[in-house]
C-alpha cells in the first residue's frame, strides 16, 4: 500500500515538473509581427466602391463604400489617400482603406445665417497635391487649400464659375480653368492670383479639359475645337490650333508633341514648335480619354471600345484591343504596363506589346482614372496634372 502511494507521489511531482517547465518554456516572448503592405493599384466607378487591387495579379486586396459616385481621379499624399466624391472629400489611409477624416468648408446658409452647410461638395475635378497639401476645385467655382497633417483649410479662392478640369501646378501656381474657359494662377502657398486670363477662350459654358504645362507654355483643349497655349509665367495668349472639332479631352505634351483626341473620331498629333499637324490618327468614335506614353508608343482609348497603342512618330497602328465598352479613362503607363479602364466595368492591364496580364470588375462603369501606389511614390496619368508629362 505504501509503496503504491509512493508510485502515485512519483507521477505527480513528475507531470509537475513538465507542467512547470512547458510554461516557462512554450510561450515566446516575441512581439506580433508587424503588419507588411504591398503596391496597389486604385481604381472606383459609378457603384460607389473603392478598389485596392495587387498590380501584379489584379487580385482584390481590399474596398471601401463610400457614399456617392466617383468621377474624379483621387491622390496619394504620405499615408492619404485623399478620394473626391460629389458630396466630399474623404481620407483614406491609403494602406488599410480605413476612413480617416471626411473633410468640410462650413458656411453660413443663405437662407438662414445660423445654419452651418458645407461647401466643399460636387468635386469632378481631380485634386493636386505635393505630399503636404491638398488642393481640390469644385462645380461651385471654390479652389481651396487643406493641410495633409492636420486637415485644417489653409485658404480658399473663388474662380467664380464652375471647375470641372483638373488641377495643375505650374512654376509655383495651381492652374484652374473654369467651364467658361478663364485660366486661373494661384499661388500655391497664399492662394492669393498671380494672373488671370479670362478672354483667350470665349464662347463655351462646358469646358472639361484639363491644362497640361510643358517648357514655358500651357496647353488647354477647348469644345470650340481648338487648342490653346498661353505663356505659363503672365497668361498671355500665344497660339492657338484649330483642329475644328470638339475637345473635350486632356491633351498630353509628349517629345514636344502635343497629343489629343476629338469628338470627329481622330487622335491628333500637333507639334508644338511648328504649331502643325504631324499626323492623325482615325478610330470608329469619339475620342474623349486621355493618352499614356512611354518611348516611342501612345495609348489611348476611345468611345469605339478599343485601347490603341500608336507610333509617336506617325500615328501607325501598332495594336488594339477591343474592350466591352466606351473608354473615357486615361491610360496610365508604368514600368512597362499600361492600366486602361471602361464603361464595361473592367480594369485592364496589358504590357506595353498589348498581351492581356490581367483584367478585374468592379460592377460599375468606370469614368475616373487608376494610379499605382507601390509605397514609396504613387504613380498618376497625366490628366491630373501629376503625371510624368
Known amino acids: 500500500m505504501l509503496q503504491r502511494w509512493m508510485k502515485s507521489l512519483a507521477v505527480v511531482a513528475t507531470i509537475g ?6 510554461k516557462k518554456n512554450t510561450y515566446s516572448p516575441d512581439e506580433p509581427l508587424a503588419n507588411t503592405y504591398t503596391p496597389s493599384v486604385f481604381i472606383s466607378s459609378q457603384n460607389k466602391i473603392l478598389y485596392a487591387l495587387d498590380p501584379a495579379s489584379g487580385a482584390y486586396k481590399w474596398q471601401l463604400n463610400v457614399s ?18 460629389v458630396d466630399t472629400l474623404m481620407k483614406i489611409n491609403v494602406k488599410t482603406g480605413k476612413i480617416v477624416s471626411r473633410l468640410q468648408v462650413l458656411k453660413p446658409a443663405t437662407s438662414d445665417p445660423n445654419i452651418k452647410v458645407n461647401i466643399l461638395t460636387s468635386i469632378i475635378s481631380s485634386p493636386y497635391t505635393d505630399g503636404k497639401t491638398v488642393w481640390v476645385a469644385t462645380c461651385l467655382g471654390q479652389v481651396f487649400a487643406f493641410d495633409v497633417n492636420t486637415d485644417n483649410l489653409k485658404w480658399e479662392y473663388d474662380a467664380t464659375d464652375s471647375v470641372m478640369s483638373s488641377l495643375m501646378v505650374y512654376t509655383g501656381n495651381i492652374i484652374a480653368v ?56 503672365n497668361g498671355t495668349s500665344i497660339w492657338q490650333y484649330n483642329i475644328g472639332s470638339v475637345i473635350d479631352g486632356s491633351p498630353i505634351v509628349y517629345g514636344g508633341n502635343i497629343i489629343v483626341g476629338s ?16 499626323w492623325k490618327f482615325k478610330t470608329q468614335d469619339r475620342v474623349l480619354a486621355s493618352a499614356g506614353a512611354t518611348g516611342q508608343i501612345v495609348f489611348i482609348g476611345g468611345y469605339d471600345s478599343y485601347i490603341y497603342a500608336l507610333n509617336i512618330l506617325d500615328g501607325s497602328l501598332k495594336w488594339k484591343y477591343k474592350t466591352g465598352a466606351l473608354i473615357e479613362s486615361a491610360s496610365l503607363v508604368v514600368g512597362g504596363s499600361v492600366y ?8 485592364y492591364k496589358f504590357d506595353t506589346s498589348g498581351t492581356l496580364k490581367w483584367k478585374y470588375n468592379v460592377s460599375g462603369p468606370i469614368e475616373t482614372s487608376p494610379i499605382l501606389y507601390d509605397i514609396s511614390r504613387t504613380y498618376y496619368p ?4 501629376l503625371g510624368q508629362y
Open 68 to 85: 456617392s459616385n466617383v468621377v474624379a481621379t483621387p491622390v496619394v499624399a504620405g499615408d492619404f489617400l485623399y478620394l473626391p466624391t
Open 263 to 278: 469628338a470627329d473620331n481622330y487622335v491628333y498629333c500637333i507639334d508644338s514648335a511648328a504649331k502643325a499637324e504631324r
Open 340 to 347: 486602361v479602364a471602361g464603361f464595361d466595368k473592367h480594369l
Open 17 to 22: 515538473i513538465l507542467f512547470t517547465n512547458c
Open 178 to 233: 473654369t467651364t467658361k474657359g478663364a485660366v486661373h494662377a494661384i499661388n500655391m502657398n497664399s492662394g492669393i492670383r498671380s494672373w488671370l486670363n479670362s478672354s483667350a477662350i470665349v464662347g463655351v459654358n462646358a469646358l472639361r479639359s484639363s491644362p497640361v504645362g510643358s517648357g514655358t507654355n500651357i496647353y488647354v483643349g477647348s469644345p470650340d475645337g481648338r487648342i490653346y497655349a498661353f505663356n505659363g509665367s
Open 382 to 385: 497625366s490628366i491630373t496634372g
